[in-house]
């Protein structure tokens, strides 16, 4: 399973089309995947040993989608405790 994951990634340019977000506003689909990594990280080193490559994923699509404000925003009130989302 890792290594279809590796895989993918390898061979990452662009965020994949994701059927949960079919419009052209891809809002949701970025803090979602900002989520998820966060959630994937969390988990997997509460979890030592754990293989964090899902996560690298996560991370690449919300990358590639986020301005970069917002990714600075939201580290920013994660930091101050006062982030929206559920991690």
Not at 2 to 19: H, L, W
Not at 39 to 49: P, T, W
Request: charged content about 25%.
């Amino acid at each position: 399973m890792s290594d279809v994951i590796e895989e993918k990634i390898k061979n990452y340019r662009t965020a994949p089309f994701d059927a949960r977000f079919p419009n052209t506003n891809q809002t949701r689909n970025c803090f979602q995947n900002y989520l998820a990594v966060h959630r994937c990280l969390g988990q997997a080193l509460s979890d030592k040993g754990q293989d964090v490559a899902p996560c690298d994923w996560y991370q690449r699509v919300y990358k590639s989608l986020c301005p970069l404000s917002w990714v600075a925003k939201w580290d920013d009130q994660i930091e101050a405790g006062s982030f929206p989302g559920k991690i």
